[in-house]
């Protein structure tokens, strides 16, 4: 009989809640939860199946029994596995203190688990993916709100004018605000567009803008400075809840439309139309921070004015605007239990990356990654001995592996806990695979929003391989490790309902929809809550941020024209397709049919000059000399300075052999970025590898016609 279970989808990091058919331990059918998307689902996420039966994953945990890298493995019980790790973490303790280990997860709703692990075994060095994704968006709004990149939803479907500055939002997909922007033009609202590219989401703008590379900051200041002559901006608004705004006022003198227009190599005529709708839609316009105002040198500065324009337009906790997520607290129930609550005594050591200490205007949570490989080279302030990365790929997420390789060499313990062969976990020393997400079950989540709920993934099949959990992992590492305790289950019902404990919701709940609702109606938008909500150090809307003050660091930044690169050489860009996610889809047998490589976009004109035709195999070649063969793509739809590649190919594990070198990765010509960080925001500047392009010599040669 086919039986319906409730879940989470884990193809990509949205986790967008599933439906699954399953009939004698076969899935019959997935579907997006009809209660909350209407069944949609993406093409990654009805490749579920696919990854269930795929034998290129590890297949059990395996220990290296020869060099790092050469991929020789010896394939061992979970109890040998985890007593290695124990013992190897409990040496690192011994020799150097707890805080010589480090653990990294790719963020997500469940960092509470790993936090806990790592905290508990004494070690204050949790970190995540974050310094190659959003930090700068991130950073950039805790300085103008107080509250990070996650601090506000966007109420799409109901705005007049979604603005999108490299937010490909129809291609890097997340289902529910897809279907939001969908359902946004359907009633008319307009959508602006700005990227370097044309792009799945470009084609359904109202208006596009093809920028030169690296110029949205130039962009936002003239608009912002078109706004503020035309006084189209939410007076009362800025009067009750900002502070500073002369010194924006004095600012923006210089940074006019037209100068911008030059800047970007735009149409001027388009920014000053563009800036009339916009004064006209507000307060409904939406500045979606996105994540790619995150990889050049003034990314931080740039999505600092795109959240000030937010601001301009007054329209935080406005209908169609940004609206501040709810939370269970608004429903009147109580937070779930977190394992954190089970830690006895908080790390206090300093961090090895020196967030909180060295770098006071970072987020201390997650810190920055790649600072942690600073500490392995140098031993500064202390070694960093041990490193397990959770669901998260460095090789594939930050720039230059090889100068990721030199560090780890300094390290005693690599563990990878994934559901693939990672290209760091080919790398590490042990590699403990976790069941996919239709074969496990996960913890309970928290999903604020204007109708908050708790959630879970329930497993759908029984793990076809030795994988486990990790719920389990961890719970048989902490008790090899002696503080098991803190772990307080011994099956995932156990932890839910210990996760439940003080908010009166039971596990019968979720039966019904798949999730536990905690209102039946959404929480009204109520402007008067934004006060207490808004969490400077000033409690007002800060333009001029004490926190960058005090770290020595202007907050409204002069502009400067980034590099035009020299002649044949181009700027390194990057994205997402709709069907991929990032590196661990490639070797999905649906998807890699879909898209089995990655081609290099190049302006046609360009190319034409260097002799490149469509289809023809070209070497981009980075400053230290690192190639990568790829087939060009020529265009129109592409800035001449740019080239443009999906992300994520270009693998390196043999035992892949569908995505084994196909296509060319991005981060592997990224030599020298891999401490370009942006002392302000904290990202690194991934965008700023500029490469030479040439027509290969491995293409087969063209005859010539006599
Ligand atoms: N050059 C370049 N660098 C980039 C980017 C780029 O486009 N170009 N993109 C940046 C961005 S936005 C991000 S977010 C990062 C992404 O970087 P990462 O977060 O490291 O992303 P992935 O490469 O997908 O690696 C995630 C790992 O998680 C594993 N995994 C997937 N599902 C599961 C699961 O259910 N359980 C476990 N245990 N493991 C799982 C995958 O197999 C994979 O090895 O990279 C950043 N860096
Ligand atoms: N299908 C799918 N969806 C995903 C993911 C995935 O792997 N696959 N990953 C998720 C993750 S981790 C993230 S962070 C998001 C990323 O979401 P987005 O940031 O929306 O996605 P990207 O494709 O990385 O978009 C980068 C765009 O920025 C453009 N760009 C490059 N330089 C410039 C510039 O100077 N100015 C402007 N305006 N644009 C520029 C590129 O041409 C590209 O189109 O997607 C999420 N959704
Ligand atoms: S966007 Fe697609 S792959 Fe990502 S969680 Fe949703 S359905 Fe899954
Ligand atoms: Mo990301």
Redesign the pocket.
């Known amino acids: 009989m086919r039986k319906t279970v409730w879940s989470m989808c884990g193809m990509?990091?949205?986790r967008c809640p599933i439906r699954v058919e399953v009939e004698n331990g076969e899935i019959k059918w997935i579907e997006g939860n009809p209660h909350l998307l209407g069944g949609a689902l993406?093409a990654?996420g009805s490749a579920g199946p696919a990854l269930v039966a795929d034998d290129e994953r590890p297949r059990q945990p395996l220990i290296r029994k020869a060099g790092r890298g050469a991929g020789q493995w010896e394939e061992v019980s979970w109890y040998a596995a985890l007593d290695y790790i124990a013992d190897k973490m409990k040496k690192i303790k011994e020799k150097h203190g707890a805080e010589a280990m480090m653990m990294s997860c790719r963020g997500g709703p469940f960092p509470d688990m790993f936090k806990s692990f790592l905290h508990g075994f004494g070690s204050p060095n949790f970190t995540n993916h974050d310094s190659g994704?959003?930090r700068n968006v991130h950073h950039a709004s805790k300085s103008v709100y107080g509250l990070g990149r996650k601090g506000f939803i966007y109420d799409i479907k109901n705005a007049k004018h979604l603005v999108l500055?490299?937010?490909?939002?129809l291609?890097?997909?997340?289902i529910a605000e897809a279907n939001q922007v969908m359902d946004m033009l359907e009633n008319g609202g307009k959508l602006t567009y700005?990227?370097?590219?044309q792009?799945m989401t470009g084609i359904k703008a109202t208006r596009f803008f093809q920028?030169r590379?690296?110029?949205?900051y130039a962009f936002l200041l003239g608009t912002i400075h078109g706004l503020i002559k035309k006084e189209a901006y939410d007076k009362e608004f800025i009067e009750r809840y900002v502070s500073d705004f002369d010194k924006l006022v004095e600012f923006i003198e210089p940074y006019t439309p037209d100068w911008a227009a030059k800047e970007c190599g735009v149409k001027v005529k388009g920014i000053k139309d563009f800036i009339n709708e916009v004064a006209e839609d507000r307060p409904k316009v939406i500045f979606h921070p996105?994540?790619?105002l995150s990889r050049?040198r003034d990314s931080f500065y740039a999505s600092r004015a795109l959240h000030i324009l937010n601001v301009l337009m007054g329209n935080i906790e406005v209908e169609g605007g940004q609206l501040l997520p709810k939370t269970p607290g608004d429903c009147g129930v109580k937070g779930l239990r977190t394992l954190g609550s089970m830690v006895s005594e908080k790390p206090t050591q300093e961090r090895a990356d020196q967030v909180g200490t060295k770098y006071t205007h970072f987020d201390k949570g997650p810190g920055l990654f790649h600072l942690f490989y600073k500490a392995m080279e140098t031993g500064k302030p202390y070694p960093v001995k041990g490193l397990i990365c959770y669901r998260h790929d460095p090789f594939n997420c930050f720039p230059d592996p090889q100068a990721q390789k030199r560090a780890l060499d300094n390290c005693d313990l690599l563990v990878s806990i994934d559901t693939h062969y990672s290209e760091f976990g080919w790398y590490s020393d042990v590699i403990l695979p976790e069941s996919t997400y239709l074969e496990r079950d996960s913890a309970i989540v928290a999903q604020k929003g204007n109708k908050p709920r708790f959630i879970k993934r329930n497993k759908a099949l029984e793990p076809r391989l030795d994988t486990k959990p990790m719920w389990e992992i961890v719970k048989m590492l902490a008790d090899r490790l002696g503080f098991g305790d803190n772990f307080p289950y011994n099956s995932i019902e156990e932890l839910w309902k210990w996760q439940l404990e003080p908010t009166g919701v039971s596990l019968e709940d979720f039966d019904e929809k798949g999730y536990a609702e905690l209102t039946d109606t959404p929480i009204p938008i109520d402007q008067e809550k934004l006060e207490k909500n808004i969490k400077t150090p000033s409690g007002k809307i800060e333009i001029i941020s004490k926190v960058l003050t005090d770290a020595g660091l202007p907050s409204l930044k002069e502009y400067e024209s980034p590099l035009k690169p020299p002649k044949g050489q181009f700027r390194l860009?990057?994205?997402?397709?709709?069907v991929?996610?990032?590196g661990h889809t490639i070797n999905n047998p649906l998807l890699h049919e879909l898209m089995p490589d990655n081609s290099v976009w190049i302006n046609k004109r360009a190319a034409s000059k260097l002799g490149i035709a469509e289809g023809d195999l070209v070497d981009v070649i980075a400053h230290d000399g690192t190639t990568g063969v790829i087939k060009a793509h020529v265009t129109d739809f592409i800035h001449a300075e740019?080239i443009?590649v999906v992300h994520g190919f270009g693998r390196q594990v043999p035992l892949q052999t569908r995505a084994y070198h196909s296509g060319m990765s991005d981060q592997k010509l990224q030599g020298g970025l891999l401490q370009d960080m942006d002392p302000a925001g904290g990202g690194l500047c991934l965008?700023e590898s500029i490469v030479t392009v040439l027509r290969s010599s491995k293409n087969p040669k063209r005859r010539v016609e006599l």
């Open positions: 990509c990091s949205v993406c990654k994704c959003g500055f490299g937010r490909n939002i291609a890097a997909l997340r700005v990227d370097v590219r792009s920028v590379p690296g110029t949205d996105g994540w790619m050049y860009v990057f994205g997402r397709t709709a991929h996610a990032h740019a443009y965008c």
